[in-house]
């Protein structure tokens, strides 16, 4: 009964200019009239994302003019991601009957939005292709507030860097990637080693500033691929990807990339109308999937950049354990 009603509104919602109602098209009913006043777009469609029909009460939220949407598919017309995530919520309301809660996001006249699909198998006469109804809610409000908060969650808020929860969440993934790949990474502690000295004598202000140069300049000196986080305090934590698969050669490359911040790093900082200098300490690791977990990975750089501090003149040095 309940999917009666249900097909039966979806029928009557649909008729729009683009189809002419028959004579046995019911009347719009007092639900009906409520569901016209909801804003979401209706599609119908067929099993490959062929558009038959479709109700917008908002055309400017459409990803085509409204003459070019019906006779396409959803592949035609939509950037590829998009597409193949609807495409995978279809398949599942072909089995299931429904999929919902499908987020994609696409580009409009009105810009670009971010969208929540539901789609619904319809009922279907026997001999006939089935069809299906897919309600898209603009979602681009919440979407822009959710990513706000996963923002603030994961990056610190003086340096604008990832911090150490993104951190260690994108150093499983350079460990699934290596693995993958059978290329090596680096893993890379860096200290400020003259921080307090200039925080406690020039105030925190002044500390702060550093702080932020410094991560500016660390963020500019690596690839664009590579991840620069603010670990805590004055250490920051740096990802290299993608070096070689030999680990003689790939430390090399490290030990190159090392001796190239220490130079860029190193060079004096302008800070309200001052110049300032800094000691940088860096502990490196170089890895893949074999050399241990994350916890193993970070204790050896950490203590690998407390031996570059032990030795005198030393702004850098390897793990033992990663040579």
Same mark, same amino acid.
């Given at each position: 009964?309940?999917?009666?009603?249900?097909?039966?509104?979806?029928?009557?919602?649909?008729?729009?200019?683009?189809?002419?109602?028959?004579?046995?098209?019911?009347?719009?009913?007092?639900?009906?009239?409520?569901?016209?006043?909801?804003?979401?777009?209706?599609?119908?469609?067929?099993?490959?994302?062929?558009?038959?029909?479709?109700? =917008? &009460?908002?055309?400017? +939220?459409?990803? $085509? #003019?409204?003459?070019?949407?019906?006779?396409? *598919?959803?592949? %035609?017309?939509?950037?590829?991601?998009?597409?193949? =995530? &609807?495409?995978?919520? +279809?398949?599942? $309301? #072909?089995?299931?009957?429904?999929?919902?809660? *499908?987020?994609? %996001?696409?580009?409009?006249?009105?810009?670009?939005?971010?969208?929540?699909?539901?789609?619904?198998?319809?009922?279907?006469?026997?001999?006939?292709?089935?069809?299906?109804?897919?309600?898209?809610?603009?979602?681009?409000?919440?979407?822009?507030?959710?990513?706000?908060?996963?923002?603030?969650?994961?990056?610190?808020?003086?340096?604008?860097?990832?911090?150490?929860?993104?951190?260690?969440?994108?150093?499983?993934?350079?460990?699934?990637?290596?693995?993958?790949?059978?290329?090596?990474?680096?893993?890379?502690?860096?200290?400020?080693?003259?921080?307090?000295?200039?925080?406690?004598?020039?105030?925190?202000?002044?500390?702060?500033?550093?702080?932020?140069?410094?991560?500016?300049?660390?963020?500019?000196?690596?690839?664009?691929?590579?991840?620069?986080?603010?670990?805590?305090?004055?250490?920051?934590?740096?990802?290299?990807?993608?070096?070689?698969?030999?680990?003689?050669?790939?430390?090399?490359?490290?030990?190159?990339?090392?001796?190239?911040?220490?130079?860029?790093?190193?060079?004096?900082?302008?800070?309200?109308?001052?110049?300032?200098?800094?000691?940088?300490?860096?502990?490196?690791?170089?890895?893949?999937?074999?050399?241990?977990?994350?916890?193993?990975?970070?204790?050896?750089?950490?203590?690998?950049?407390?031996?570059?501090?032990?030795?005198?003149?030393?702004?850098?040095?390897?793990?033992?354990?990663?040579?």
């Amino acid at each position: 009964m309940l999917k009666q009603l249900w097909n039966r509104m979806l029928k009557s919602l649909m008729f729009s200019e683009h189809s002419e109602p028959s004579e046995a098209t019911p009347a719009p009913d007092k639900l009906t009239l409520m569901l016209n006043a909801i804003p979401d777009l209706m599609f119908e469609i067929d099993a490959d994302g062929r558009h038959y029909d479709f109700r =917008a &009460l908002r055309p400017e +939220l459409l990803v $085509a #003019s409204p003459e070019e949407i019906i006779g396409r *598919t959803i592949s %035609e017309m939509m950037p590829r991601e998009a597409a193949e =995530a &609807l495409l995978l919520a +279809l398949k599942e $309301a #072909s089995v299931k009957g429904y999929a919902k809660g *499908t987020q994609v %996001e696409l580009p409009t006249s009105d810009g670009i939005h971010w969208f929540e699909v539901s789609i619904a198998k319809q009922e279907q006469v026997e001999g006939e292709e089935p069809r299906f109804i897919a309600l898209s809610r603009d979602i681009t409000d919440r979407k822009h507030k959710q990513l706000e908060i996963e923002r603030l969650a994961y990056t610190d808020a003086l340096t604008r860097l990832p911090n150490r929860i993104l951190f260690e969440k994108r150093l499983r993934l350079t460990l699934a990637s290596c693995e993958q790949t059978g290329l090596h990474a680096a893993l890379l502690f860096l200290d400020l080693d003259d921080f307090k000295q200039l925080n406690d004598g020039k105030g925190h202000d002044i500390g702060d500033a550093m702080l932020a140069a410094f991560a500016k300049r660390l963020r500019a000196s690596v690839r664009s691929q590579d991840l620069v986080a603010r670990w805590g305090g004055d250490e920051f934590a740096v990802i290299i990807e993608a070096l070689d698969s030999d680990r003689e050669t790939a430390t090399a490359q490290a030990d190159r990339i090392c001796r190239q911040l220490v130079s860029k790093l190193e060079a004096p900082y302008c800070l309200k109308d001052d110049t300032h200098n800094c000691h940088v300490s860096i502990g490196a690791s170089v890895f893949n999937h074999e050399k241990g977990d994350i916890e193993t990975l970070l204790k050896q750089a950490d203590r690998a950049m407390y031996g570059a501090k032990e030795k005198e003149g030393s702004h850098y040095h390897f793990s033992l354990d990663s040579t």
